[in-house]
C-alpha cells in the first residue's frame, strides 16, 4: 500500500507530537485550597497513599491524537496495490477466424490473462470459449475502443501489460478511426501468426447468379453465360428500382445483393472505362447520377476520372453493392468477355473482401511515439473519506464531552 499525499503524514506526525507535548509538558498544577480544620489533625494524618485513577486529561490526549491520526492518514489518501502478477497479456481475437485459429490463439494464453473477443462489437472477458461470429465483418476499432476503456482495470493488478493480436486483418476490419484509436494504447501490440488448419477452409460453394429484371435485360444473358461456377450461392442481381423486403432478409442472413437499377445510357455515349479490383471493362457505359450514395459503404468500382461507380457494404451475415452505371441501349458490349470478366468479378467482391486477410499496418504493432507511457495502474481507496468523515464526527464529540464535563 502506498499514499497519493505522503506529506499529510508528516503532518500528522508533527499534529501528534504537538499534542503529546502539549499535555505531558504541561506545567500547570491544581491549585491548593487550605482546609480551616487541617490544623487540628495530627501530622501523621496529613500524608496518605491512595490508588489513584488515570487522570481525564489522558483521555482527552488520546481522543485528540486519534483525531488527528485519522484526519492525516485520509488526507494522505491510501492507495491499494493489491497482488499483482508479473505480466498480463491482453488478446484481441478476431471471431471471423475459423475455430481452429482461435483455439490456436486462446492456447497461448495462461491463466489470469483477458481475451477481447471481437466481430463488429467487443466484449472483455476471462479466457473465454470459442464462438462463431454473428457477422462476417469484424472491426479493430471496436476491439481497440473496448482496449482504451478497460486497460486500467487490466493493468490494475499486474507489473506489466502485454497486448497481442489474432486477426486476418480484413480491408473491412480497419476504419479512419483505427489509426487514432490506437494511439491511445500505449503498449506494443504483438501479431499472431495464427493459421487455420487445412481442413477447416472449406471453398465457398458456387451457385447461378439469380437476376431479378422486369423483361429483357441484358444483365440476365450474361448470368447465363457465367454459369453456376462464379458466384456464391444465393447471390442475387436486383435490376429493379426499388430493393424489396426479400432482398434486404437475404442480405441479412448471408446472400450477397447487387442492386444495379437498370438505366440505358444515350445512344451517343463515348466509351468509359470501368474497374473493379484489376479487372477492366471498356464499353459506352455512362455513371447513373440520380442515387445518393448509400451510408456506410465503400466504393469497390471506379470511373477512369476517379469517381467511384459501385459501393459495398456489409450486412449482418451477407453484403450489399450498389452499381450505378447504365448500360448501353444496344450491342453486344453487355455480352463481350471483357464485361463476363468485370461482373464476375464484381459479385465476387464481398467474399473476397471477407475471406482474403491483408497486410498488418506499420502503425499497429509498435507503441505510438507520442503517447505518454502509463504506468502502474493502481486503486485508489475509498477508505479516505471515510477516515475524515470518522475524524470530523470524534471532534465533535470530543467538544461535546468536554462541555458536559465542565457543566
Not at 34 to 62: I, K, S
Request: with cysteine.
Amino acid at each position: 500500500m502506498t499514499w497519493l499525499a505522503p506529506w499529510a503524514l508528516g503532518a500528522g506526525a508533527l499534529g501528534l507530537f504537538g499534542v503529546l507535548a502539549a499535555h505531558l509538558l504541561s506545567r500547570q498544577r491544581p491549585r491548593a485550597i487550605a482546609l480551616a480544620t487541617a490544623r487540628f489533625l495530627p501530622a501523621g494524618m496529613l500524608e496518605a497513599t491512595t490508588v489513584q485513577r488515570v487522570p481525564m486529561d489522558r483521555w482527552w490526549m488520546l481522543l485528540r491524537m486519534l483525531i488527528i491520526a485519522l484526519l492525516a492518514l485520509g488526507v494522505a489518501q491510501p492507495v491499494l496495490t493489491g497482488t499483482r502478477v508479473d505480466q498480463r497479456t491482453v488478446l484481441l481475437l478476431d471471431r471471423t477466424l475459423p475455430v481452429d485459429a482461435q483455439r490456436a490463439a486462446l492456447a497461448t494464453l495462461r491463466e489470469g490473462d483477458a481475451v477481447i473477443a471481437f466481430d463488429t462489437n467487443a466484449a472483455l472477458g476471462a479466457l473465454a470459449s470459442v464462438a462463431p461470429a454473428r457477422t462476417r465483418r469484424a472491426s479493430l476499432s471496436a476491439a481497440l475502443a473496448r482496449l482504451v476503456r478497460s486497460r486500467d482495470s487490466l493493468a490494475r493488478d499486474a507489473h506489466s501489460l502485454h497486448v497481442a493480436i489474432a486477426s486476418p486483418f480484413a480491408r473491412t476490419s480497419l476504419d479512419p478511426a483505427t489509426e487514432a484509436l490506437r494511439a491511445l494504447v500505449p503498449d506494443s501490440i504483438r501479431v499472431l501468426q495464427v493459421a487455420a488448419a487445412p481442413d477447416t477452409v472449406r471453398p465457398t460453394a458456387r451457385g447461378p447468379l439469380i437476376v431479378r429484371a422486369a423483361g429483357d435485360d441484358p444483365i440476365a444473358a450474361v448470368a447465363q453465360l457465367l454459369g453456376d461456377s462464379v458466384a456464391a450461392q444465393g447471390t442475387i442481381i436486383e435490376r429493379r428500382d426499388v430493393l424489396t423486403a426479400d432482398d434486404s432478409l437475404a442480405a441479412t442472413h448471408g446472400a450477397t445483393i447487387v442492386w444495379w437499377p437498370a438505366r440505358v445510357a444515350s445512344r451517343t455515349q463515348s466509351l468509359q472505362a470501368l474497374t473493379v479490383v484489376r479487372t477492366t471493362w471498356i464499353a459506352p457505359v455512362a455513371p447513373d447520377t440520380g442515387w445518393p450514395r448509400p451510408a456506410r459503404a465503400h466504393p469497390i468500382a471506379w470511373w477512369v476520372d476517379g469517381s467511384a461507380a459501385a459501393w459495398m457494404m456489409e450486412t449482418d451475415l451477407g453484403c450489399r453493392i450498389d452499381v450505378r452505371a447504365s448500360l448501353p441501349p444496344a450491342g453486344d458490349h453487355v455480352l463481350s468477355l471483357s464485361a463476363q470478366a468485370w461482373i464476375a468479378v464484381l459479385v465476387r467482391s464481398c467474399e473476397r473482401d471477407a475471406g482474403t486477410a491483408g497486410s498488418v499496418p506499420a502503425w499497429l504493432a509498435p507503441p505510438p511515439a507520442s503517447a505518454r507511457m502509463i504506468e502502474e495502474a493502481s486503486f485508489v481507496s475509498g477508505a479516505g473519506k471515510w477516515l475524515v468523515a470518522a475524524a470530523i464526527a470524534l471532534a465533535a464529540l470530543e467538544l461535546l464531552l468536554r462541555r458536559t464535563v465542565r457543566a
